[in-house]
């Protein structure tokens, strides 16, 4: 009768919020520029040049001044190398993944933008297609010139023959009356 009146939260036997520890909510992108930003310094020339540096500083003082880290095996300096190993591996993947989500949207883009370059190009040659079957019944402007030559040769002949009738009836007209008068 008492575990009726418990709420599902307040039960044991029912699945819900953790108890006693909250979830800290990470930001997973904050996250992933972190490891991008550990993998780009840890790629670097300058890394390497200061972490190699640093182990000969290490081996140098190790084995002369101090003696935190004994000569023979280096203990110390092997652990740190493993930490900084065992940290940078993950965050170098996590990198290389970002960067591989990404590669993937902007190929997909990339795609994207083929398609649609393709298909106004399509789009164009139809075009320019259509516009050549145009302009090919539309008449050039040779064509229009040897047109209108053919026609004023044609209108110039006729006047030229109108205007020889004329001239003959006139001479006829004049020698039929000269001949009339003489």
Do not use: C, H
């Not at 939260?9 to 800290?24: A, I, N, Y």
């Not at 390497?48 to 280096?74: Q, R």
């Amino acid at each position: 009768m008492v575990e009726a009146k418990q709420s599902a939260k307040e039960r044991l036997d029912t699945p819900g919020r953790l108890r006693g520890w909250r979830r800290v909510g990470l930001d997973g992108d904050a996250f992933g520029r972190l490891s991008e930003w550990v993998a780009r310094l840890m790629g670097s020339p300058a890394f390497i040049i200061w972490m190699s540096v640093f182990i000969v500083i290490w081996i140098v003082l190790n084995s002369t001044v101090l003696s935190l880290d004994p000569a023979p095996s280096f203990i110390m300096l092997t652990l740190l190398l493993s930490i900084e190993a065992a940290y940078s591996a993950p965050l170098i993947l996590l990198a290389q993944s970002r960067q591989e989500q990404r590669d993937r949207a902007m190929l997909a883009e990339d795609r994207r933008v083929v398609a649609q370059s393709r298909a106004d190009t399509d789009y164009l040659a139809r075009e320019i297609a259509a516009l050549r079957q145009s302009v090919g019944e539309v008449a050039t402007r040779d064509f229009v010139r040897t047109e209108v030559r053919d026609v004023v040769r044609i209108e110039l002949r006729d006047q030229l023959r109108q205007l020889l009738l004329e001239l003959d009836k006139r001479y006829v007209t004049e020698t039929a009356s000269e001949d009339v008068s003489a």
